[in-house]
């Protein structure tokens, strides 16, 4: 009887005691090689060029170190440590990194980033948890040294370079053949070089306005725009160079379709190929140069994302510090646009901080696709 009662008790004792607690997340060393590696960085990237609004797009130059965490039976967070380098296409493209081409030696723009991933390809989910970037021009006394001719960035808010776009954009709106007038949105490059005189490069993005050429206008900037779901925005290349006896403009833009378009173009059925649980906009680019006919239309995608996250950047005019305290003062810290709402196909999962040392893996980190010579500054 009194074996009875014992064995009853235990029994009780096990229907009420607490649940197991899950076990604690496990931070495991990755491969840079590794193909699921590679495939998060690649949808990380993808997601991070695409929920930004301003700057160029990034393409990945190596994979530095990587950590895995498992989540339930089939998810994984990634910890990667990728390296970057900047590319001729603004975010205003929606183009994908791998459509775009990277800057020349001289213009180079390097950097860093700590991403955050969750990928459960099972389920059809892929997020970006989060991010923290530093971004790095070359500096001008080693642009010198290799390239003596080429031309020296300067900081784009100089107002001569806000004067080379208010001039070279008046001639494209002169001689496009865009029925509406186009305003400068912001100036976002600059440089210089002496030739024969003083000649000055600029790049500026640009937005429709309410302006129609049927009708003189004096002054763009005075022009309402286009709402910007139906506006087209583009990005513009413009040069003017001086000589003793005449100066010469340049413009370019490349016109990019507005908002509502690419929407109602992923209506129509165009597949991604990505795991997440929603489709990419497609971006169409219209290149339209001074004096030529030239036409491109390439096709990319664009992941609407909303983790609101902070980049930190470079003073792209800035010489290179030459101390850790000189480079920590010469960072700038850009906050990304909040957006208030998650999307209903966003997964929270729980995620560690990030990794403080590099993976252990033989394998990181991992060979540079595009070495250069401007890569090693420390």
Same mark, same amino acid.
Request: proline fraction near 5%; charge should be negative; aromatic fraction near 10%.
């Given at each position: 009887m009194k074996l009875l009662l014992l064995l009853a008790c235990v029994q009780l004792c096990r229907s009420v005691s607490p649940p197991e607690s899950p076990p604690e997340p496990v931070l495991l060393d990755a491969s840079c090689n590794d193909s699921s590696v590679e495939m998060a960085a690649g949808l990380a990237l993808n997601e991070f060029n695409s929920m930004r609004t301003e700057g160029y797009i990034f393409s990945m130059n190596r994979i530095a170190s990587a950590h895995t965490q498992s989540v339930g039976k089939t998810g994984r967070v990634f910890y990667m440590s990728l390296d970057m380098l900047e590319t001729k296409c603004h975010v205003l493209s929606k183009r994908s990194a791998k459509n775009c081409e990277n800057r020349p030696m001289h213009e180079e723009v390097s950097g860093h980033c700590n991403m955050t991933y969750y990928l459960n390809k099972p389920q059809r989910v892929a997020n970006l948890h989060g991010y923290s970037c530093a971004f790095l021009p070359v500096s001008r006394e080693k642009v010198s040294k290799m390239c003596p001719d080429c031309p020296t960035a300067s900081s784009p808010d100089a107002p001569i370079f806000l004067e080379t776009a208010t001039l070279t954009l008046e001639k494209f709106n002169q001689e496009s053949n865009e029925t509406h007038y186009f305003a400068i949105l912001n100036v976002t490059k600059g440089s210089m070089q002496w030739v024969v005189g003083p000649s000055y490069f600029t790049e500026f993005t640009i937005m429709e306005t309410m302006c129609t050429k049927d009708k003189p206008v004096t002054n763009v900037s005075e022009c309402e725009p286009v709402k910007r @779901? *139906?506006?087209? *925005? =583009?990005?513009?290349? =413009? !040069?003017?160079?001086? !000589? +003793?006896?005449? @100066? %010469?403009? !340049?413009? !370019?833009? $490349?016109? %990019? $379709? +507005? $908002?509502?378009?690419? $929407?109602?173009?992923?209506?129509?059925g165009q597949k991604d190929d990505h795991p997440e649980h929603h489709r990419g906009k497609k971006g169409h680019g219209h290149t339209h140069h001074d004096r030529h006919g030239h036409h491109k239309h390439p096709h990319s995608s664009n992941s609407p994302h909303v983790q609101p996250v902070e980049s930190v950047q470079v003073d792209e005019h800035s010489t290179e510090p030459s101390t850790a305290s000189e480079t920590a003062e010469a960072l700038k810290v850009v906050t990304l646009p909040v957006i208030p709402k998650r999307p209903s196909f966003f997964t929270t999962v729980t995620t560690l901080p990030f990794p403080e040392t590099q993976s252990e893996s033989d394998q990181c980190p991992g060979e540079y696709k595009y070495p250069s010579p401007f890569l090693d500054r420390e």
């Open positions: @779901e *139906f506006a087209h *925005f =583009g990005l513009c290349k =413009g !040069s003017i160079m001086k !000589s +003793p006896l005449k @100066e %010469y403009k !340049s413009a !370019s833009c $490349e016109i %990019y $379709e +507005p $908002e509502q378009r690419q $929407e109602a173009e992923d209506d129509h």
